[in-house]
């Protein structure tokens, strides 16, 4: 084919008419394919264009740029009541993509749908289950001998359905998206929380649970509640120290954990042009340490530059072609509007414990210093699916040199993930990587690694207290390395090397000196690098494994005795009565992150074992009851042990339980096994003050009921020897509360009220007992 660009011409000149009325008539001549792996998938410009038009007409009014995505992948958007934080939408994404670890949940329960293809373009991505110990190559061997049995099922199971498949080494997910999938105005959903990293090409990219993946790869609409959307506009430009990491940075210091929940995050404004490309993803990328539904760029040229540089000029040209729909229309209303000045924005650093407590590179010594806080830095750590493009391996590159010369490595230790194969090749050619090698880093794996805990570190013992600083998204307690005495900061590339080289917390590269080996004193030079290659990617190694034409003879085997997968068996049904006598297993004292509800580290290898992963079950939360992780009381033997255990006791006995949580339960990642497991060990609610989106979403696929206290007053109510019952299920109903009954130990009773976020569909998704079994209904 043509290229785009060169059929316009010929067009015009045909018709004789000028460039913006060739559109329709092109869009149905000249094709675009979605992805160079997927060559009869065509990116669908005319029908979002159509679908944007419908709604405009009706809402008459101006539309943000997350509007005309959302709503132009409408299933119905003739009929679809649209009102933002209000109703549920019926969506029609475009693809699916999938990390290893949720993969084997998801691609389980699609085999249990029993449907014999995807509907939609999905992939698998392998990253998560290749743990840091010594170096890249040695690391990825080890992964592919200790983890062959999950790899073979996620390379058969997608040969067998249609899903394309990046073997181990290929990448980290969101990077392979960014390089290869991701486009203006795409909605894509993926089995990851930070999927919202493709915002930066201008994409509707929001990270989900296994069983919606299942939905959308299953043909049925995709419900969303309608987001409300948060504007930031970026004024000035970005220069010296400062980067696309302080932005989000930033923006976590004023809206937090969960101050985008339910929405999401527009960035728009003259500061746009002055940040790359993937400096845009990262800023969408760590949005959902804010609780975003996502994050969006509006399409400009520096996003058409990376299109070119990544082999795809033509879905550039169509973008060009379409770019009114792709940015946002002059004078829309953003439900809440932030506005940053990037000429004004400092170097910022963010930790511990938690990824919106920021601080000014420049003040965190001091506030280390008052807070106990250790000053030393023990590793510094580059790279993951938040910072390792070309660009951020430039500037960390441009900072390593500058300490060469002047005859000093890393105090620190100093680790390296490069974000694929083809930045990792890329980098090597280009001597990126040698001169971090030179400084003192150890390259690592195309892979997550310490990032999500999948990290062996030897140089410390646990209960050590002791900093770490990456540029990473997230640095909840024990996150990194399974040590709760870690403290762990969040900043961009180049100011984790320069922090390294430092070896201290106390050191401000815009300002302090450090002394080379000839004893002069010096001062680093704010780094500079190319935001993409002069010359093309190297590709390096082919990762990719095509799913084949002919996939009727292809097994997928489970063996019955596995220990890393188990065939999924349909949760019950729902009784039809009110939930009696409820057993509180534990009531969750502050943070409970879905790293407190099911850990990852060493817990990634049981990701496709329901059974064996339940032993995690939140084995990090903290009861109010003692002060203490991982120890509960048993109501009936009085005797406090392991959480897992003590729900499995319940379990056996035939006793239903609930947790009772604080606020923004479950943030953080998009995992259900955070919702599976209390599912299959026999719980039946999750009362909280708050949740996060992904989360409340999976406990509803899995049949669970995600309450909230409509006084949030009222969690000081419940203590862990009282029993719940919770009435009003014959009768529920979209906004309509439930009743709940507590009785305490001495026989007196107070009765509260709980919301909910349901809708008629997730209410017969409870009835049935999940989705799945009500997608099973649905088909008979």
């Not at 998801?106 to 991505?125: E, N």
């Not at 991701?182 to 929001?206: E, F, Q």
Request: with cysteine; hydrophobic share 35%.
């Amino acid at each position: 084919m043509a290229p785009y660009s060169l059929l316009v011409t010929r067009l015009q000149k045909a018709l004789g008419v000028r460039q913006y009325h060739v559109a329709s008539v092109l869009c149905q001549r000249a094709k675009v394919a979605m992805s160079h792996f997927e060559p009869n998938e065509y990116i669908r410009y005319d029908l979002l264009e159509k679908n944007i038009n419908i709604v405009r007409k009706r809402l008459n009014r101006p539309l943000t740029l997350s509007e005309k995505i959302v709503y132009g992948h409408l299933d119905d958007p003739a009929n679809q009541e649209v009102e933002r934080g209000k109703t549920y939408l019926r969506l029609r994404p475009d693809r699916v993509a999938m990390q290893d670890a949720t993969a084997q949940m998801a691609m389980l329960q699609f085999i249990s749908s029993g449907l014999p293809k995807v509907a939609v373009p999905s992939t698998i991505h392998c990253d998560h289950l290749i743990e840091a110990q010594v170096g890249g190559e040695k690391d990825l061997r080890r992964a592919k001998d200790i983890n062959q049995e999950v790899y073979n099922f996620l390379a058969t199971a997608g040969a067998k359905y249609g899903v394309g498949f990046w073997r181990p080494g290929s990448g980290i997910i969101h990077q392979i998206i960014l390089e290869n999938y991701a486009y203006p105005g795409v909605l894509l959903i993926g089995t990851d929380s930070h999927t919202p990293n493709g915002g930066g090409l201008g994409g509707i990219c929001i990270g989900v649970g296994g069983a919606d993946a299942v939905d959308v790869m299953a043909g049925i609409p995709w419900e969303l509640k309608c987001p409300k959307v948060i504007g930031v506009k970026l004024t000035g430009s970005l220069s010296g120290w400062s980067s696309p990491k302080d932005v989000i940075l930033k923006v976590a210091s004023i809206l937090t954990v969960k101050g985008g929940t339910g929405a999401i995050v527009e960035y728009h404004g003259p500061g746009v042009d002055s940040i790359s490309c993937t400096g845009m993803a990262t800023i969408c990328n760590m949005g959902a340490e804010i609780g975003a539904t996502t994050s969006v760029f509006p399409y400009n040229h520096r996003m058409k530059k990376y299109l070119s540089k990544t082999g795809r000029a033509e879905i550039a040209s169509l973008a060009d072609e379409f770019k009114d729909h792709l940015v946002p229309d002059p004078g829309c209303h953003y439900d809440q509007l932030i506005e940053i000045n990037l000429s004004e924005l400092k170097p910022h650093i963010n930790g511990p414990f938690t990824p919106d407590l920021a601080h000014p590179v420049a003040e965190v010594g001091t506030v280390a210093e008052k807070e106990g806080w250790p000053l030393d830095i023990r590793v510094g750590l580059i790279g993951s699916c938040t910072n390792s493009s070309y660009e951020d391996m430039g500037r960390s590159a441009a900072v390593a040199k500058q300490a060469l010369a002047h005859g000093l490595k890393c105090k620190s230790q100093f680790t390296i993930t490069p974000g694929s194969e083809q930045i990792r090749a890329t980098i090597e050619r280009d001597g990126y990587a040698q001169i971090l090698r030179d400084v003192g880093g150890i390259v690592l794996a195309n892979a997550c690694g310490p990032c999500i805990g999948q990290w062996d570190r030897k140089d410390i013992k646990k209960g050590e207290k002791n900093t770490i600083v990456t540029s990473y998204n997230r640095n909840f307690t024990g996150r990194n390395d399974a040590n709760p005495e870690t403290h762990a900061f969040v900043t961009s590339p180049e100011i984790v090397t320069a922090l390294a080289i430092a070896g201290t917390l106390k050191f401000n590269p815009e300002t302090d000196f450090l002394t080379g080996k000839d004893g002069k004193k010096f001062k680093l030079e704010a780094p500079d690098a190319d935001e993409l290659p002069r010359v093309e990617f190297d590709p390096g190694q082919d990762t990719y494994q095509h799913p084949p034409k002919d996939s009727s003879g292809q097994r997928v085997d489970v063996s019955p005795t596995s220990q890393r997968l188990q065939l999924l068996e349909p949760f019950d049904k729902w009784d039809g009565k009110d939930l009696e006598d409820l057993q509180i297993l534990i009531k969750v004292k502050g943070k409970c992150t879905t790293d407190h509800i099911s850990a990852a580290g060493p817990w990634l290898k049981f990701r496709g074992h329901l059974d064996n992963i339940s032993n995690n079950l939140l084995i990090g939360a903290i009861n109010i009851e003692n002060g203490k992780a991982n120890s509960v009381r048993n109501a009936v033997t009085q005797e406090f042990g392991p959480v897992p255990d003590t729900a499995r006791y319940y379990k056996k006995h035939g006793i239903k339980w609930v947790v009772i949580g604080d606020e923004n339960y479950g943030e953080g990642s998009s995992r259900e096994h955070a919702a599976l497991e209390p599912r299959h060990l026999g719980a039946r609610a999750i009362i909280t003050k708050s949740f996060a989106r992904i989360h409340e979403t999976n406990l509803k696929k899995q049949g669970l009921l995600p309450l909230t206290f409509a006084d949030p007053a009222d969690y000081n109510k419940i203590h862990p020897v009282d029993k719940l019952t919770i009435q009003g299920l014959n009768d529920f109903a979209p906004g309509k509360p439930l009743k709940c009954i507590i009785k305490h130990p001495n026989g007196t009773q107070e009765t509260i009220l709980l919301n909910h976020t349901f809708n008629e569909t997730q209410i017969e998704w409870f009835r049935a007992g999940s989705a799945l079994n009500r997608m099973k209904e649905l088909q008979h």
